[in-house]
């Protein structure tokens, strides 16, 4: 298997667009997860799925944000508008459960809002 | 409200001289703390899972312990490879699937 897979790598936006941040999880993992990463807040759940259904959004910062997983293979995060505090690099990560196994991440997403 | 404290925030050492690296954690029951090594403009890749105070894990020159309120991460005899940040991270026990992480550790193994 690839591992987990994300696109694009880097994003470069301006103020006030839209983003979207792709997500192909590890066939079998039933549960995928979003996470945020920067040097202030470190590493942030931001939202999590089970079986293509949202369990838990708790860490999803504001409305601006939305997640969906409209299938087992792919999962959408999307920000409108963007904005510069949302810069930060976004890890998508999947597991075959929610317990005690490892999750494995993919490469990130550096996004960059100007 | 839970919380993850690593330290120290950055550890430089020689080839060859152990150290360890502490997770200190305050969480209402804890399912499992787990650590993770990160490279520079990579994801996070598992390491361990620890479930009870007591246990302890092991691979390669990596060692985990567990108690009530700490985790350690000893490194024996590191290497160049070695060098990473170490992130730790809980999991509560009325939070499944969430992980909460540490700031982590930086850790620079010089030949």
């Known amino acids: 298997d690839a591992g987990v897979i994300q696109s694009p790598r880097h994003e470069v936006t301006e103020m006030g667009q839209e983003v979207t941040l792709r997500c192909k999880p590890i066939?079998?993992?039933?549960?995928l997860f979003w996470y945020r990463q920067t040097m202030m807040r470190g590493l942030e759940l931001l939202i999590y799925f089970n079986n293509n259904v949202p369990i838990d959004d708790s860490g999803m910062p504001e409305d601006r944000f939305s997640a969906k997983m409209p299938n087992a293979s792919f999962s959408t995060l999307k920000i409108q508008p963007s904005e510069p505090r949302d810069s930060a690099v976004y890890f998508c990560a999947s597991s075959f459960d929610a317990g005690g196994t490892e999750q494995f991440f993919g490469p990130g997403t550096r996004l960059t809002v100007l | 409200e839970d919380q993850v404290t690593q330290s120290p925030e950055a550890l430089r050492l020689q080839e060859g001289e152990s150290s360890s690296l502490n997770c200190s954690y305050t969480?209402?029951?804890?399912?499992?703390l787990f650590w993770y090594r990160q490279d520079p403009g990579k994801g996070p890749e598992f390491l361990f899972t620890?479930?009870?105070a007591g246990e302890e894990k092991e691979k390669e020159r990596l060692k985990a312990t567990l108690t009530k309120k700490e985790s350690f991460l000893h490194i024996t005899a590191p290497k160049p490879e070695d060098s990473a940040t170490y992130l730790c991270?809980?999991?509560?026990?009325?939070?499944?699937?969430?992980?909460?992480f540490g700031a982590g550790t930086q850790v620079v193994v010089t030949p």
């Open positions: 991270a809980v999991q509560a026990g009325d939070s499944w699937g969430k992980l909460q």
């Open positions: 969480v209402s029951g804890l399912r499992g």
């Open positions: 066939s079998g993992h039933d549960y």
């Open positions: 620890l479930y009870s």
